[in-house]
C-alpha cells in the first residue's frame, strides 16, 4: 500500500509563484524517483520535472526550465515543485508520479496522486 498525496495547487495571478508538495506514505522500501506532471483541460498529460531519489538528479520540461525547481526531503518522503513566474498557460492539474519499491517487491513501479489543479489567471 502506496499514496502519494498532492498539496499546495491554487489560484495565482500571472507572475506569481506557488509551492507543490506530495508526500509519499505506506509500506515503502525505497523511492527510486519522484516526478511532477500536468494535465490541462482537453491536452494530454505531459512531463514537468523529476527527481532521481538516489542520485539526486533533476530534470526539466522546456516550458518549465528556468521558472520551476523541484527539490526533495528525504526524512519525509516529499518531493517539492517550486513554481515561479507562472504563466496562464501553466494552469493544469499537477500530478505527482512515483517509482516507489513497496516493502514486498522487488522492483519498484509508478504510483499516481490524485492531483492537485493550479489555476494561473488575472
Known amino acids: 500500500q502506496v499514496q502519494l498525496v498532492e498539496s499546495g495547487g491554487g489560484l495565482v495571478q500571472p507572475g506569481g509563484s506557488l509551492r507543490l508538495s506530495c508526500a509519499a506514505s505506506g509500506t515503502i522500501s525505497s523511492i527510486n524517483a519522484m516526478a511532477w506532471y500536468r494535465q490541462a483541460p482537453g491536452k494530454e498529460r505531459e512531463f514537468v520535472s523529476a527527481?532521481?531519489?538516489?542520485?539526486?538528479?533533476?530534470s526539466y520540461a522546456d516550458s518549465v526550465k528556468g521558472r520551476f525547481i523541484i527539490s526533495r526531503d528525504n526524512a519525509e518522503r516529499t518531493v517539492y515543485l517550486q513554481m515561479n513566474s507562472l504563466k496562464p498557460e501553466d494552469t493544469a492539474v499537477y500530478y505527482c508520479?512515483?517509482?516507489?519499491?513497496?516493502?514486498?517487491?522487488?522492483?519498484?513501479?509508478?504510483?499516481w496522486g490524485k492531483g492537485t489543479l493550479v489555476t494561473v489567471s488575472s
Open positions: 508520479n512515483g517509482n516507489i519499491r513497496h516493502m514486498l517487491a522487488a522492483y519498484g513501479k509508478d504510483y
Open positions: 527527481f532521481d531519489w538516489s542520485g539526486g538528479r533533476t
